[in-house]
């Protein structure tokens, strides 16, 4: 029920000049405005006179980092945070982060957003060589390969210069040792990941909308292949990998990310906002009014209707106590979910020719129900309008999006699925729109590998979620 695409990781740190009192509270801040990023587990490492202490579990941040979580924590210098879902490794307590490890030189600890694409290869170099897994999340070889890397070299910057040459894949990070907070970005750039400052503070965040939330000035965002290092409150930069095919996901604009937030010089809620005018030029409807599936697909909504000139009303009512996707099990907990997460506002649907815009369609279950429940409430016609181009292929860099024989639009046409969710007409955004779209970004390319089944970067044979497990 309601299976949509999950969010993969939502990372946080800051580095202050001055200890902080609220440098706990200021994490959960940041943490709680990347929630949409990660339900499933949170966690925050802090660094207190070169020490870590951290607390992670199974859960929201504000039902993992309670006041009295926060009040027994220390206040420190530094101090990174995650909110998870797993897209490698399941949902477990170990699995959650930051990952905190001691070794020979000292402490390390490492949020991870995205996903890398040999990791299932250097597990079992590292297993070979005699190293010993905890958890079943990919974030722990990047551990292993940092220290194994340290060992080898004489500072914790040469260790992950040296380890960013060894993985391949999507990777931001935001990696702390007892002296140094340091951020890094893969060479494509996969995943998002920027830096501010307030006067006294340095901070990093997936997204611009963490940092906004937490009082930060954004900066810049980190670029691909680079690594930022602040240390005895000094800030460098370097670039570490050469210039290769950039490949930022073109599904943090469609679904992932925060309208609020801008990444790679790209704001997300005017990206919606144009793929919905782009729709409306390419699949225009004789309607009465637009209408979003909430909450991806309002802003392309309020787009397709300024475009089209067809009023835009709301024709769901959200309810805002459902955080968490959970299964229902009988046909009858099935309906009432549906109901309690989306319902339809009979008064403003009755015999009205509706255009529905969403942001995307996996299987087409859950928009099945949404359109059949809208024609239950007296919609004389739905057209649906999707902001994305059909999914025909899975992702190899953070997001589960499901099987590829599972993709509705990977073996059926557009016609055969318009018949399958009972809508009156279907159209998708196009790959060329897409391109316009994206025109005005940083970024010179984009991965949208799953919507064409080309990818930036040589990928696996297979891709299974669990399979360290
Ligand atoms: S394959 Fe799709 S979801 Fe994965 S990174 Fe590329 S665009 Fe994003």
Redesign the pocket.
Known sequence: MFKK?KEECGIFGIYTKEEKEDLVGTVCVGLTALQHRGEESCGIAINEDRNIYFHKDVGLVTDVFTKHVQETLPQGKMAIGHVRYSTTGTSRKENAQPMVVKHKKGYLAVVHNGNLTNAEELKRQLEDEGAIFTTTSDTEVICHIIVRERLKTGSIEEAVKNTMKIIKG?YSLLIMSPQKLMAVRDPQG??PLCIGHTEKDIVFASESCALDTTGATFDRDIEPGEMVIITNNEMKSEKILPDEKK??????YIYFARPDSTIDGLNVHIFRENAGRCLAKQAPVDADIVAGVPDSGIDAALGYSKQSKIPYDVVFIKSKYIGRTFIQNTQTKRKRLVALKLNPLKQTVKDKKIVLIDDSIVRGTTLTKIITSLKDAGAKEVHVRIAAPP?I???????D?DKKENLIANNKTVEEIREIIGADSLEFLSLDSLEEITKDSHIPE??????TSK??IEVPDSIDKNRFE
């Not at 490949?247 to 943090?252: I, R, Y």
């Not at 984009?446 to 919507?451: A, I, L, S, V």
């Open positions: 695409l999507a996969f995943r490949g930022l996901c073109v599904f943090e999914f292929d899975v992702c190899y860099f953070g997001t999006i984009f991965c949208k590998g799953c919507f990818y930036p």
